[in-house]
């Protein structure tokens, strides 16, 4: 049984900092594309970063050069480092696991089969 476990969120004034963290498990973590995404009350949830089995990452235009994805794959981890927050970044973050991932058009999806996510961490940024 696949379970993907989110913490760390919160609320943080605007250009604060937050780590999310996801443990995962039921599965052989490193071999799957693990990805953040982030949901608003009445939007489409959408993709924030991505890092696949190879370790190459991904992240969508608005939040480069201020989040990081990381994965410590002994620990079955994933991680999103979140600086210089935005109230735009205020949402539910989830994390996914898919067998493969891609970015186009800033756009980022999975493909390739079953994606299995997490029930969420709430992030709120006060300005």
């Known amino acids: 049984q696949v379970q993907l476990m989110e913490s760390g969120g919160g609320t943080v004034q605007s250009g604060g900092s937050l780590r999310l963290s996801c443990v995962a498990s039921?599965?052989?973590?490193?071999?799957?594309?693990m990805a953040w995404l982030r949901e608003v009350p009445g939007k489409v949830r959408k993709g924030v970063a991505t890092?696949?089995?190879?370790?190459?990452?991904n992240y969508v235009d608005s939040v480069k050069g201020r989040f990081t994805i990381s994965q410590d794959n002994g620990a079955n981890t994933l991680y999103l480092q979140m600086n210089s927050l935005k109230p735009e970044d205020t949402a539910m973050y989830f994390c996914?696991?898919?067998?493969?991932?891609?970015?186009?058009?800033?756009?980022?999806?999975?493909?390739?089969?079953?994606?299995?996510w997490g029930q969420g961490t709430q992030v709120t940024v006060s300005s």
């Open positions: 039921g599965f052989t973590y490193g071999t799957y594309c």
């Open positions: 890092i696949e089995s190879g370790g190459r990452t």
């Open positions: 996914a696991a898919g067998p493969k991932c891609a970015k186009s058009n800033d756009v980022i999806y999975f493909f390739g089969g079953t994606v299995y």
